[in-house]
């Protein structure tokens, strides 16, 4: 499959959305309901069509309709054209009259192609940005912060003593889970999952851990974590309520595939748990 970081491709959806219009997703903002997300239309500013006639580079601006100041996206032919047999031909090919043009729209990242008939307006053919398209299905799908299951509120820590830090793994929590969303003809299906979970011990260190944590079992005894651990070298006794106050920070990273258009990509979402510990000094009686 094509990486997005290399080239993205685009669909062309004449004489099936108009300009600037979009269809109304309902309660769910249209996300595996069956119905289309809003798609931004990149419609003719009144300049000339391209593919009008003659080869090499012309960039084509374009607003749009009703002098919208939206940013104009830029429609530049390519120059070579690429093999027939490419995908950014969209199943033409070089007996029709037309031509693959690169679309660059300011308010979109990433870059995209088209094919457009000679003499057709930009507005005839809109793209769709399948990043957009994921990023709506990842809105749909329930991603929170870790489920903090150690350090507890309830505890008691003692400096120089290892912490085992944990969470308890769930869909919701730490993945795997998916969606999709559709927009025109191009289906996107999005898979999100935790790949790390920074935590902000509130003694101004952090603790990166690639995975939920071991939990501690008494059988562990004085031990490190082997995965997410920590020593607190000093009490927390200047602090409020005697408690270091931290957050466990999980990233998700959210891939997607947009079969139509052979694409693909990766993009990451955060989302952040707060918790304390009560850490002091261990006390020690001389008994004579």
């Known amino acids: 499959m094509l990486r997005r970081a290399t080239a993205a491709a685009a669909v062309v959806l004449a004489g099936v959305l108009a300009p600037a219009a979009h269809a109304d997703g309902g309660k769910d903002g249209g996300i595996c309901k069956g119905a289309t997300m809003f798609v931004k239309v990149c419609a003719s500013d009144g300049g000339g069509a391209p593919g009008a006639g003659g080869s090499g580079t012309a960039a084509a601006p374009a607003g749009t309709s009703g002098?919208?100041?939206t940013p104009s996206c830029t429609y530049t032919r390519l120059d070579p054209q690429p093999p027939p047999e490419n995908m950014f031909w969209k199943g033409h090919d070089r007996s029709e009259k037309g031509a693959v043009y690169g679309v660059n729209c300011p308010d979109q990242q990433g870059a995209r192609t088209v094919w457009i008939a000679d003499g057709q307006a930009p507005d005839a053919a809109p793209v769709i940005d399948p990043e957009a398209v994921a990023r709506r299905a990842a809105a749909s799908m329930k991603l929170e912060g870790p489920a903090v299951a150690s350090p507890r509120a309830a505890g008691k820590y003692l400096v120089g003593m290892p912490?085992?830090?944990?969470?308890?793994?769930?869909?919701?929590?730490?993945?795997?889970?998916?969606?999709?969303?559709?927009a025109g003809s191009v289906t996107v299906t999005a898979t999100a999952k935790v790949s790390q979970i920074v935590w902000a011990m509130g003694d101004g260190t952090t603790v990166t851990c690639h995975g939920p944590g071991t939990p501690y079992?008494?059988?562990?005894g004085k031990a490190m974590s082997p995965d997410c651990g920590h020593r607190y070298q000093r009490s927390a006794s200047d602090k409020p309520d005697g408690r270091y106050r931290g957050t466990?920070?999980?990233?998700?990273?959210?891939?997607?595939?947009?079969?139509?258009?052979?694409?693909?990509?990766?993009?990451?979402e955060t989302r952040e748990t707060a918790w304390?510990?009560?850490v002091g000094e261990l006390q020690v009686l001389n008994v004579n």
């Open 67 to 69: 002098g919208s100041s």
């Open 217 to 220: 079992t008494p059988e562990q």
């Open 276 to 278: 304390t510990a009560r």
């Open 163 to 182: 912490m085992w830090m944990w969470a308890d793994p769930s869909p919701s929590t730490f993945g795997p889970v998916s969606a999709s969303a559709t």
């Open 248 to 268: 466990a920070t999980a990233t998700w990273s959210i891939a997607w595939t947009a079969p139509t258009l052979g694409d693909e990509g990766e993009f990451t």
